[in-house]
């Protein structure tokens, strides 16, 4: 594993004043993530992606600034070798049960064919992540020793489906996503994960197989939002970001 005070002193970028913060689990000589003490500058997230530090924009739990950032919430860990079909599989079977929520699917329907990305997959991340500090200027920047996002929801030890899940199944997920749908991490809340997409599906009968995955990936985003599986698809349509929520 990269070490990440190690890596810091060779970045060539100028970063804001910040600080390393350790997980409440995990290797105790070596730290979760670096993390700005304030907002994170314009373009910089865009300035150290390919760093090899894989970088972050953070939100924290409403009114309460601290978590999980700066109190250390995290439980880093290896991000492993899971199987993406075989956890989505066991998911869908725990979270589908006889509800209208996965009509037409009485059944998990495997995952969902690989689209060609429209543009770069890393132009388009810059973009979104540039969309997404502008629409909360209060985000902060983290540092994650990782080659890529999807490793780095493990190597930080995020919490934020820990109702659901661990980081080791979000991120053979997400690695899986990456590569059949050009995602990339671009930011993380308290329970929140955000997603560029450059390569979203582009019709409804498509939308449907890759909302099934994001059903057993993020159920709440079904129960508490759409309702259908079918009316989430059809926002999934053309959509160059993807963000899901943990109750």
């Not at 953070?58 to 991000?79: K, Q, S, V």
Request: include cysteine; proline fraction near 8%.
């Amino acid at each position: 594993m990269t070490d990440l005070a190690a890596a810091l002193a060779e970045l060539d970028v100028e970063l804001p004043p910040g600080r390393l913060v350790h997980g409440d689990e995990g290797d105790a000589e070596q730290p979760a993530l670096w993390v700005s003490d304030g907002p994170a500058p314009a373009g910089l997230w865009a300035s150290l992606r390919g760093s090899g530090l894989w970088p972050l924009l953070l939100d924290h739990l409403r009114d309460e600034p601290r978590r999980p950032w700066d109190d250390g919430e995290l439980e880093p860990e290896d991000p492993g070798v899971l199987d993406a079909e075989t956890v989505l599989s066991a998911w869908w079977a725990g979270h589908a049960g006889d509800g209208v929520a996965v009509a037409p699917y009485e059944q998990w329907p495997g995952l969902a064919a690989p689209i060609k990305p429209r543009r770069d997959p890393d132009s388009h991340a810059d973009q979104w992540a540039g969309e997404l500090l502008a629409s909360d200027r209060k985000m902060r920047l983290g540092l994650v020793a990782a080659g890529r996002g999807a490793d780095a929801i493990s190597v930080a030890g995020w919490q934020g489906a820990i109702n659901y899940t661990g980081p080791a199944a979000l991120t053979a997920v997400v690695r899986s996503w990456e590569e059949r749908f050009g995602v990339r991490v671009i930011g993380l809340g308290f329970a929140e994960l955000y997603l560029s997409v450059s390569a979203p599906p582009g019709d409804q009968e498509t939308a449907l197989r890759v909302a099934a995955e994001h059903f057993a990936f993020c159920p709440d985003g079904v129960w508490q939002g759409t309702e259908t599986l079918e009316k989430y698809a059809t926002q999934l349509i053309n959509a160059p970001f993807w963000s899901f929520w943990w109750d």
